[in-house]
């Protein structure tokens, strides 16, 4: 705080200052506030995202249960028409030789 006096055009500082309470200010709630505000947002986001993975997962699994039941059905069936395969076969050869000839 300067004055300029006249012509002179001296600066001079004052000597005694106003006395004034000072104020309360609390600097970064708003900013605080604002953090916690959009921490709760993403954390809102990321339970959502989750819960959307989780579903999907879950959903993924169905499909390979079902795949893998499929498979076990495929297998099962071709192991028992091995098996019966394998047991005409054994039959046919001890069968005697003139019950597949034609005369």
Do not use: C, Y
Not at 9 to 17: A, I, L
Not at 62 to 73: G, N, P, T
Not at 85 to 92: K, N, R, T, W
């Amino acid at each position: 705080m300067t004055r300029k006096q006249g012509a002179s055009q001296r600066d001079t500082t004052p000597q005694s200052f106003p006395e004034v309470t000072p104020r309360a200010v609390q600097h970064g709630h708003d900013f605080q506030l604002q953090i916690i505000m959009e921490l709760q947002r993403s954390i809102g986001d990321l339970s959502a995202k989750t819960d959307r993975l989780i579903a999907d997962v879950k959903s993924q699994s169905d499909k390979v249960d079902k795949l893998r039941m499929r498979f076990a059905w495929v297998t099962g069936a071709a192991a028992v028409i091995g098996f019966l395969l394998a047991v005409i076969m054994a039959v046919a050869r001890f069968l005697p030789a003139n019950l597949f000839s034609a005369g």
